[in-house]
């Protein structure tokens, strides 16, 4: 429930923050920001949200199929162009993938430090929770 609470606390610091810039940045961008800046510091520990964020991470392929659904027309409407559109979907998701793996992979280092004792003991997934 904590982590619920987090996340959507987060979510709306970013809400309130787009509205106030002038950025053009979309407020959940802003609020999960916040939280990596968060984490990072050690201003809220990674056991606060570790439980929802696995939650969340495990059920993530799920949350896309209404969008896979609804592309769908989108790309007859595309007609003879769907094919350059499908390769350019292709390659940024890769791209995107590659750069999320790359920071996982470096981010772990500047993680750890900030983790609390009883988060040392276990494993960054939270496999005991």
Do not use: C, H, K
């Given at each position: 429930?904590?982590?619920?609470?987090?996340?959507?606390?987060?979510?709306?610091?970013?809400?309130?923050?787009?509205?106030?810039?002038?950025?053009?940045?979309?407020?959940t961008?802003?609020?999960?920001v916040?939280?990596?800046?968060?984490?990072?510091?050690?201003?809220?520990?990674?056991?606060?949200?570790?439980?929802?964020?696995?939650?969340?991470?495990?059920?993530?392929?799920?949350?896309?199929?209404?969008?896979?659904?609804?592309?769908?027309?989108?790309?007859?409407?595309?007609?003879?162009?769907?094919?350059a559109?499908?390769?350019?979907?292709?390659?940024?998701?890769?791209?995107?993938?590659?750069?999320?793996?790359?920071?996982?992979?470096?981010?772990?280092?500047?993680?750890?430090?900030?983790?609390?004792?009883?988060?040392?003991?276990?494993?960054?997934?939270?496999?005991?929770?």
């Amino acid at each position: 429930m904590r982590a619920a609470a987090v996340l959507l606390g987060f979510e709306a610091l970013g809400y309130v923050l787009s509205r106030l810039l002038p950025w053009p940045v979309p407020d959940t961008v802003l609020g999960m920001v916040l939280l990596a800046v968060a984490l990072n510091r050690g201003w809220i520990p990674l056991s606060w949200v570790q439980a929802g964020a696995d939650f969340l991470l495990r059920w993530l392929a799920l949350f896309f199929v209404p969008l896979v659904v609804a592309g769908i027309p989108v790309l007859t409407a595309l007609g003879g162009r769907a094919a350059a559109f499908v390769a350019v979907v292709a390659v940024s998701t890769a791209a995107g993938l590659f750069t999320a793996g790359w920071v996982v992979a470096g981010g772990r280092e500047n993680v750890a430090p900030n983790r609390t004792a009883r988060d040392a003991e276990e494993p960054l997934g939270g496999a005991g929770r």
